[in-house]
């Protein structure tokens, strides 16, 4: 890898190898002007871009649900709750994640601001008060409902043990 200095002009964060879809890469932006087709096939293939300069974050760049990001009807609220349903419930199907969306949607700009600060659910027991409080608390149960829902059907299908379609029709043989 090469360096600038004592930065790495681009990496990989360790602490989401092994799923391509949830990696996570680095550049520098001074090299990512030089990189910028990777840098596309990397977004393309699911991967989040980081933007640094000084070791500071300066743009995100995400590949899931891009139409609906960049598409000049959507409004702030609605791009903010579904990166933020999208970070929090990262496994979740299509049925648990726009509800989620949803009920984001109709909180205030403050409150979706108050969750940015959930890095990833479970959360412990001071953040979760501090949420109840701007929040509400039937929001936040809901997403912590989803949340173990969608990463127990997960969990199941990574087994073999759960197929959507037979969960659809209720034709779940014993």
């Given amino acids: 890898m090469k360096r600038a200095g004592n930065r790495p002009l681009y990496t990989i964060e360790p602490e989401t190898r092994g799923s391509m879809e949830n990696n996570t890469v680095k550049y520098q932006i001074s090299e990512a002007r030089k990189r910028l087709p990777e840098i596309y096939d990397q977004v393309v293939t ?17 590949p899931e649900k891009y139409e609906a990001l960049s598409s000049r009807k959507r ?16 496994n979740a199907e299509p049925d648990f994640l726009d509800p989620q ?10 409150q979706l601001k108050a969750l940015l600060d959930v890095s990833s659910l479970p959360m412990d027991t001071d953040l979760r008060s501090r949420l109840i409080a701007v929040v509400g608390e039937e929001c936040i149960t809901r997403l912590e409902k989803r949340y173990k829902i969608s990463s127990q059907i997960h969990e199941a299908q990574i087994e073999g043990l759960y197929e959507a379609s037979e969960h659809m029709t209720g034709l779940i043989e014993p």
């Fill in 75 to 90: 409004d702030y609220v609605k791009c903010l709750s579904l990166m933020i349903a999208e970070k929090l419930l990262p």
């Fill in 46 to 62: 699911g991967r989040v871009v980081t933007l640094t300069r000084r070791d500071k974050t300066r743009i995100l760049v995400v």
């Fill in 101 to 110: 969306v949803a009920e984001f949607e109709r909180l205030s700009l403050d």
